[in-house]
């Protein structure tokens, strides 16, 4: 873990609503990846899979609660955006960072161990703002080589 502050970015992209009961990031992102290119002003191949978790979301964790998730690339300019696609600002500030490598199997432990491990053993707690992965280069799905980055906001 590393602790980095953000710059802030703009992003472009489609966004749905899901629990993590009903996880389904797969169906976003089918309907993303073939229309990415569209999206204009777009900086680098970096894409950005978000989530807009309270602050208090885990605590107490009910796998059937909502939030709204970004399939997402960023972009410098927020212009002519693409139909059925949206903008959005993730805010600067202090962020946990993390590496995760592998194919998802072991994603919930992983993040378990952030939320009930790492970030309490450091004193940090959750920040109200947007929770996101950063899936560059070495991201490539369902591979157990993947690689990506996961970015936790956090209260220092």
């Known amino acids: 873990m590393e602790l980095r502050h953000f710059e802030g970015k703009n992003v472009v992209g489609l966004t749905g609503v899901m629990s993590y009961a009903n996880y389904q990031p797969h169906v976003l992102w089918q309907y993303f990846m073939p229309r990415r290119n569209e999206i204009r002003h777009a900086e680098g191949q970096e894409l950005y899979s978000i989530q807009a978790l309270s602050s208090d979301f885990f605590s107490p964790f009910i796998p059937t609660r909502e939030f ?89």
Not at 74 to 85: F, L, N
Not at 108 to 126: G, K, M, V, W
Not at 135 to 148: A, I, M, T
């Open 68 to 156: 709204q998730k970004w399939a997402a690339r960023p972009v410098s300019e927020v212009e002519s955006i693409p139909e059925g696609m949206v903008s959005l600002f993730i805010e600067p500030g202090m962020y946990a960072v993390f590496t995760y490598k592998g194919d998802g199997s072991d994603a919930p432990e992983f993040f378990q161990n952030i939320f009930e491990h790492e970030l309490p053993s450091r004193n940090l707690r959750l920040d109200d703002r947007l929770h996101f992965e950063i899936l560059g280069n070495k991201y490539q799905r369902n591979d157990v080589n993947s690689e990506e980055e996961v970015w936790i906001p956090v209260v220092v």
